[in-house]
């Protein structure tokens, strides 16, 4: 791992590469969960009425921008979750195969969820 040079022993760092794009997506997901989250209540707040009924709901999603702003956050919250499952998977699982094949089921489970978020938000349209 270690090489010397003219100067001393030079470090090989692997992996490193990860660890700022990762921090960085994940605080930018988490951002936009935030909005949405803030948006959501705004319209909890100037509801004039305590109960929201299924009328009301369908019409707010119903919407394009908050039908946009609603799969950002999955899409958001699926890459989120992606992170972080895949750094347990790496930290836990120690056989190739088993992690290879952990990865591509989380995968496939999140790509189901984003689509069937889209089916559920573009079935009002």
Known sequence: MAKLNGI???RTV???HYGFKDWLIQRITAVI???FT???LVGFFINPHNDVLYVQWSSLFSHPVMQILTFLTFASLCFHAWIGIRDIWMDYVKPVSIRLTLHILTILWLLGCIAYSAKILWRFA
């Open 8 to 10: 001393g022993v030079k």
């Open 14 to 16: 692997v992996g490193a």
């Open 33 to 35: 969960m935030v909005i």
């Open 38 to 40: 803030l948006v959501l």
